[in-house]
């Protein structure tokens, strides 16, 4: 049995500067302890880095999966749209259910100090049509056509 997660938030929600006068930053502590919890290696400067770097109207779904635990996952749709102006992204996590009450208290905590939360879901089978691979490539048309794709990893 697992647990669904699923965020809509800034990009910037992802990361913390611990030293406001350095620009080096690191995962969200929250975040990583999700992360931690999930067992899954998810490269959150590395995928920060790429968002800001990409053009508008591209992005792709990025799955990382525990090996162990296939079912377990962490999910990032890096889409950009071309008309927001706040970066924002969706993310959020599938859980089993021995580890529900730990990552929802962490979830519920990470949304609640974002500056930019737009959406918060919970529940089973959230992340369904996300991780439906016969959904994909995904259709986006906003002067041209773009194709998303969903990319996993097993990490």
């Not at 931690?36 to 968002?51: G, K, M």
């Not at 792709?60 to 890096?78: G, I, R």
């Not at 049509?129 to 990490?155: D, I, N, S």
């Amino acid at each position: 049995m697992t647990y669904d997660f699923w965020i809509m938030a800034s990009i910037m929600e992802l990361i913390e500067y611990p030293d406001e006068a350095s620009d080096d930053y690191q995962a969200h502590p929250t975040l990583q302890a999700i992360i931690d919890v999930l067992d899954i290696q998810v490269p959150i400067a590395e995928i920060y880095e790429r968002y800001l770097n990409q053009s508008i109207h591209t992005g792709h779904v990025l799955v990382f999966a525990n090996k162990q635990l296939p079912h377990v996952c962490v999910v990032l749709d890096t889409y950009r749209d071309p008309l927001d102006q706040h970066d924002l992204i969706q993310f959020g996590w599938r859980v089993n259910t021995k580890d529900v009450r730990l990552v929802k208290q962490l979830t519920r905590e990470l949304f609640d100090h974002c500056d930019e939360g737009i959406r918060y879901e919970e529940g089973q089978s959230i992340l369904y049509q996300v991780l439906q691979e016969q959904r994909y490539p995904r259709q986006f048309y906003y002067e041209t056509l773009y194709e998303q794709q969903m990319k996993k990893f097993w990490v």
